[in-house]
């Protein structure tokens, strides 16, 4: 009673522990929570027992908790191996019905359970062979999962969640013990049950390594590996050890049961369940994997890497769409993994010649500069040799009897420097990974490392050359977009020019008429304005396009009255629909948009033809119209030449139709035009009305030819 009491007990301080450090910080990450429920739920239960052991009573409500706590531990499971599938309706339904038929298995047993209470039979509930059986089949469906867990699990992330996997599987393999040999001497042994609490606490330091490693919440993308024969015997020679290993622990249980007194079979489940904890542990330990690949290599194969796999590796580190790690360190990743590096920095050659400090991955080096004509850049770039430090500082002779070498003070610096891998494009050197000392291969690196570490150089050259060019053509891109405000700034900046042109051609002999003084002062004035608006843009100001009302007649009034100042023929006939037709949108970009479209016809149109302008309503769109009687345009120059920028087949601009269909797309119309050769031409512009619009009025129609008699231009 007093061993059962301090064996649950301690392990309901450390679940309950657990479960309140999984309690703070963040709760919107639903595996830790549950991870969470899952460790609460396990002090519950082993405080129940304890108080069972300590006081009497309580056997029947520890009984239901443990299937309750199994229930939530399987909970957890699921919800961590629902993170290695992609979100679907359909692997979210196939997940809620297993986890249904889990509760619905859980919960029948602790009705059947209930039933035997009801009965008074206590013996049965606890040693009935059908609720034993119910025991055993959670043992192993946990186990099962476990197995999934750990095949889909992420490389990158089994450093932290092997400790989880290896904790939760050796509780469901002692209850898989504990339960078989209820089951096969029909009771339960009263040892192995109060071995039970103690047990299940050791798993939870592992748990504790795991949230320390500040492990992912999340399995990522695993691949399925295939096993060749090299990995085969890998496996095998690590089974044999480990049952070798186990049988020599057997003995040594046994001797601590023969030795332990009263304390014997608790002495013996808790020795023997703590080496085979330490057994898993080694065998989930890098350092541990990679000293048995390198005696299999050397022992057992004539090449030292299995080529087929180490290339896909390759690639497959430098082609993830982990968007967590730039390119550049994973080149250094790529490279380091192939002798098992624990880190490295990645120096590239600058624009200036120099080669510089671009990327590091577990090494801190700072203020890195070489300058080309450095003796390890040559050395590198006419030899394209890996460097091996130890080698050198062994025998430099074997190095600099193919020219002069010295090896800088930055990497000699660090004793853990170990390998300097030439990254080369083609015949240049692109830059060098420094890679750090491997444990495992130090004492073993040899002619296939270099040639491996130096094609896999080569490649990983190409996918940061391929990175710079992508990101070079980003550039031009971005330039390319300059360029062509510039071109718009430059139209915008002709037309304002060809404005000012005209006052001061009038002005010798116009100068004495009081209203061409006032159109000259109206004229600079809007100039100026819109130069203004125009250096705010380009400062980035914000200054965009002032939206407001505006009345498109009296917008089409004024640019008619402009083309009869400027005297170009023929005049366009103006005919509104309504005279109160308003539309949101930029005074000024609308007025020149219109008046570029009316100069167009203007240019393809004789002087006895005609220009009709009309205004009228379509929906809940302005339709404006520009018809001329001039040269007109066939199918192929509308469709592939129009509307392209830098464009034209008058030597200008070429972009001011492209202007007016974008900014008729920005406020959400469009430019359409029909056009016949010999006939003439008609551009149509719809703008959306604005929502303050006017009833439609009667039409009227503006003949503008006498406005020219008006005014002396």
């Not at 059947?112 to 606890?126: C, M």
């Not at 103690?198 to 320390?212: D, N, Q, R, S, Y």
């Not at 005049?571 to 570029?596: E, F």
């Amino acid at each position: 009673m007093i061993i059962e009491v301090f064996s649950f007990g301690f392990s309901t301080i450390l679940f309950l522990v657990l479960g309140l450090i999984m309690l703070t910080g963040k709760r919107d990450n639903l595996p830790k929570t549950m991870l969470a429920v899952a460790s609460l739920a396990s002090a519950v239960w082993s405080g129940t027992v304890t108080y069972q052991a300590a006081y009497g009573g309580l056997l029947s409500t520890a009984l239901l908790l443990e299937l309750l706590r199994s229930l939530a531990w399987f909970a957890f499971l699921l919800v961590m191996l629902r993170t290695a599938y992609k979100s679907s309706d359909q692997v979210n339904k196939k997940f809620r019905v297993a986890f249904a038929g889990i509760s619905v298995f859980i919960i029948g047993l602790m009705l059947l359970a209930l039933y035997r209470i009801s009965g008074g039979s206590l013996f049965e509930l606890i040693a009935g062979n059908d609720v034993l059986i119910g025991h055993l089949l959670i043992s192993i469906g946990g186990l099962v999962i476990i197995e999934q867990l750990y095949r889909n699990t992420a490389d990158e992330h089994r450093w932290a969640l092997k400790y989880l996997w290896i904790a939760i599987g050796g509780m469901f393999a002692y209850d898989f013990y504990l339960y078989s040999d209820a089951f096969l001497f029909q009771r339960i042994d009263n040892e192995l049950w109060n071995a039970r609490g103690f047990i299940h606490a050791m798993v939870v330091p592992l748990i504790g390594v795991a949230i320390k490693r500040e492990m992912q919440w999340s399995l990522g993308d695993a691949s399925i590996d295939i096993f060749l024969s090299r990995r085969m015997a890998f496996h095998t020679t690590t089974l044999l050890a480990s049952g070798i290993y186990l049988i020599f622990i057997s003995f040594g249980g046994y001797y601590v049961r023969d030795m332990g007194g009263d304390w014997g079979v608790v002495a013996q489940a808790t020795f023997l369940f703590a080496s085979v904890m330490v057994l898993a542990v080694l065998l989930f330990s890098g350092r541990v994997r990679s000293r048995i690949k390198v005696a299999i290599d050397k022992h057992f194969f004539h090449y030292k890497y299995d080529y087929r796999e180490e290339w896909l590796r390759i690639i497959r580190t430098l082609s993830s769409q982990n968007e967590s790690q730039r390119l550049h360190k994973r080149a250094i990743h790529a490279l380091a993994q192939i002798i098992d590096s624990p880190g490295g920095i990645l120096i590239l050659e600058r624009d200036n010649g120099c080669y510089e400090l671009d990327e590091q991955w577990n090494y801190d080096q700072q203020n890195v500069r070489e300058s080309s004509d450095t003796d390890l850049v040559r050395f590198l770039s006419e030899h394209q040799f890996v460097i091996s430090l130890d080698e050198y500082n062994k025998d430099p002779e074997m190095y600099t009897r193919l020219g002069s070498l010295s090896i800088p003070h930055w990497i000699t610096d660090n004793k853990n420097a170990w390998l300097i891998v030439p990254l080369m494009l083609q015949e240049h050197l692109m830059g060098f990974v420094v890679l750090l000392r491997s444990p495992a291969h130090e004492r073993y690196f040899n002619w296939e490392d270099s040639d491996l570490l130096k094609t896999a150089g080569k490649q990983a050259a190409s996918h940061l050359a391929q990175y710079d060019a992508a990101q070079a053509l980003v550039s031009a891109r971005r330039f390319e977009e300059v360029n062509r405000l510039s071109a718009f700034i430059v139209h915008d900046i002709k037309n304002m020019v060809g404005q000012l042109s005209m006052v001061v051609s009038n002005a010798a002999r116009h100068k004495n008429n009081p209203m061409f003084i006032d159109d000259a002062i109206i004229t600079v004035e809007n100039s100026v304005n819109k130069m203004n608006k125009l250096l705010v843009r380009l400062r980035g100001g914000g200054g965009g396009d002032e939206s407001s009302p505006v009345n498109l007649c009296s917008l089409l009034e004024d640019s008619i009255r402009s083309c009869v100042k400027a005297g170009v023929l023929p005049i366009p006939v103006l005919t509104c629909v309504d005279q109160d037709m308003r539309v949101t949108a930029d005074k000024d970009r609308m007025s020149a948009n219109i008046a570029h479209l009316i100069q167009n016809a203007q240019d393809a149109t004789q002087d006895a033809g005609s220009i009709t302008v009309r205004l009228r309503k379509q929906g809940g769109f302005a339709v404006i119209e520009i018809e001329d009687s001039g040269e007109g345009m066939d199918e192929s120059f509308i469709h592939d030449r129009l509307f392209q920028p830098f464009e034209s087949t008058k030597g200008t601009m070429g972009i001011g139709v492209f202007q007016v269909r974008e900014y008729a797309r920005k406020l959400g119309g469009q430019l359409d035009v029909e056009s016949q050769l010999g006939v003439g031409t008609t551009f149509r512009l719809l703008i959306p009305l604005s929502l303050s619009q006017e009833t439609v009025k009667d039409p009227q129609v503006l003949h503008l030819n006498e406005l020219g008699r008006k005014r002396d231009v």
